[in-house]
């Protein structure tokens, strides 16, 4: 907690770019700021490198202008998962899928208006762009979660306020586990099943979505902010799982990474205004 | 209606290099198999037990997700076991022949037109040929184990020849490389069959 207090001023000035529309409205000297940001100045410096592992890229990532958006590096080598995702999975699926969504995300953007937008004022409008940003776009951010939300030896339970509000929203550990299975073995075909925060009550859902939309998207009913999520593309587990989904599914807890969790869920409480439709 | 789980018409690695082995067996044996299941299990003491599939699709927009995933999925793999042959290929012939080349102008065109649709159907689907209401044909895609009989589909018709693109279909051999297994494909295309289809659904 103390960490995310010393960084409060600078989340403060990344939740700026995130919504420049309502930062405009609010004052305007940082509208001013808000204008510079997103033609691309250099990412402010978040603080020590033991800070930014705390909130995983996720301030810069959500201040950049989409078009200045880098292919992330996977934060392990390719057989770190082999217990549950063996290593040509997972080379495949970063190096071809996740590499391929990026650079078509970049490729649709280009020389439109939505370069100088972030990811989320995108997704924000996302019925208003064309279907190649939707799928490569959606592609693209949530591989970036999903990567970072795994870990070689993870699966150690949540704690402190994330595990209290996952006590509250879903009554027990194990019944968050089983719920957010269930979304994830009952999505037909291709896509996502979610642990987020709602955008309008701050509580936490579970939810899943088809092929690579997600919740941050205007096109979902309930819409909020993704705090872990598990790719069922059959591409995420078919090499090893075939069309057993489900024992894809059961591993998938033992290589959880908590933290970045958390992590994510101590900045959406940060930022959460400038995630309001 | 008393609906039965086909055989494969072939050996599993009658498809072979183009189709390997295992995909086959897991396709027919697992996935395949669990949807005719699931099918049979979401309309058992039904209305929809004593009726067609023609009839279930027709208004499967009323009827439970279950029967629309699962009635699809066996009805679809159903066609498509058909219309592959260890010794396909090549061109279609006689009437079949002249409606491909009336209505796409050739066969090239016809297959350019039909790699498209199945390799644009982003995410879980199937690409198809259809003859349409007017006896026309056309190339169309669904999501997920729609078809072109679904009262849910902008596009209806008649499949004659279908191609599964959900990855359970490829990516054993072919991983991310979805267009080299459409380009496989090709290779093993009952002619005879989808002629048949065709006479049929006129």
Redesign the interface.
């Given at each position: 907690m103390k960490k995310i207090s010393i960084l409060m001023p600078l989340i403060a000035a990344g939740m700026l770019t995130v919504a420049p529309a309502v930062a405009q409205k609010a004052e305007s000297n940082k509208a001013k700021t808000v204008k510079t940001a997103v033609k691309g100045t250099p990412v402010p410096s978040v603080g020590t490198a033991s800070q930014v592992k705390e909130l995983p890229a996720e301030m810069s990532f959500w201040m950049t202008p989409a078009a200045k958006l880098t292919f992330p590096a996977l934060p392990y080598s390719y057989n770190a998962l082999s217990d549950v995702i063996d290593s040509l999975t997972v080379a495949?699926h970063y190096d071809?899928?996740h590499r391929?969504y990026y650079t078509n995300f970049i490729k649709a953007i280009e020389g439109t208006e939505m370069e100088v937008l972030s990811i989320y004022e995108i997704f924000n409008k996302m019925s208003e762009f064309p279907?190649s940003v939707r799928?490569n776009g959606g592609g693209f951010y949530n591989h970036v979660v999903y990567w970072q939300n795994l870990t070689p030896g993870g699966g150690v339970k949540p704690s402190g306020l994330l595990a209290e509000e996952i006590t509250k929203a879903f009554g027990s550990y194990d019944a968050f586990i089983t719920r957010f299975a269930d979304a994830a073995k009952t999505r037909?075909?291709?896509?996502w099943a979610w642990l987020a925060v709602d955008f309008k009550t701050g509580e936490l859902f579970i939810t899943s979505t088809?092929?690579?939309d997600n919740p941050l998207m205007n096109t979902e009913e309930r819409r909020g902010f993704p705090i872990l999520g598990i790719d069922v593309?059959?591409?995420a587990y078919?090499?090893k799982y075939?069309?057993k989904r489900a024992d894809y599914i059961e591993s998938f807890g033992k290589i959880i990474n908590w933290k970045d969790v958390e992590a994510r869920y101590q900045y959406f409480l940060q930022a959460r205004k400038n995630f309001l439709n | 209606m008393n609906f039965e789980f086909p055989a494969l018409p072939y050996a599993y690695d009658a498809l072979e290099p183009h189709i390997d082995k295992m995909t086959m067996e897991i396709h027919h044996t697992k996935h395949h198999r669990a949807y005719y299941d699931k099918f049979i299990a979401a309309i058992k003491g039904t209305d929809l037990e004593n009726k067609g599939l023609d009839e279930i699709f027709a208004g499967v927009s009323k009827a439970s997700v279950a029967v629309r995933n699962n009635g699809g999925g066996f009805y679809n793999h159903n066609l498509f076991w058909e219309v592959l042959s260890p010794g396909g290929g090549g061109a279609p012939s006689g009437k079949l022949a002249d409606a491909i080349n009336s209505s796409f102008g050739s066969l090239d065109d016809f297959k350019a037109r039909f790699n498209d649709a199945a390799a644009n159907r982003f995410g879980s689907g199937w690409a198809w040929l259809i003859v349409k209401a007017d006896k026309s044909l056309a190339v169309t895609s669904t999501p997920n184990q729609d078809n072109p009989l679904m009262d849910v589909n902008d596009v209806h018709g008649r499949p004659i020849l279908g191609l599964d693109v959900w990855e359970h279909a490829y990516y054993l051999k072919y991983q991310n490389r979805r267009p080299d297994y459409i380009g496989a494909f090709w290779n093993l295309i009952n002619w005879e069959k989808v002629a048949e289809n065709y006479e049929k659904a006129l």
């Open positions: 495949i071809r899928h391929a279907v799928n037909f075909g291709s896509g088809a092929n690579q593309w059959e591409h078919y090499l075939q069309n | -």
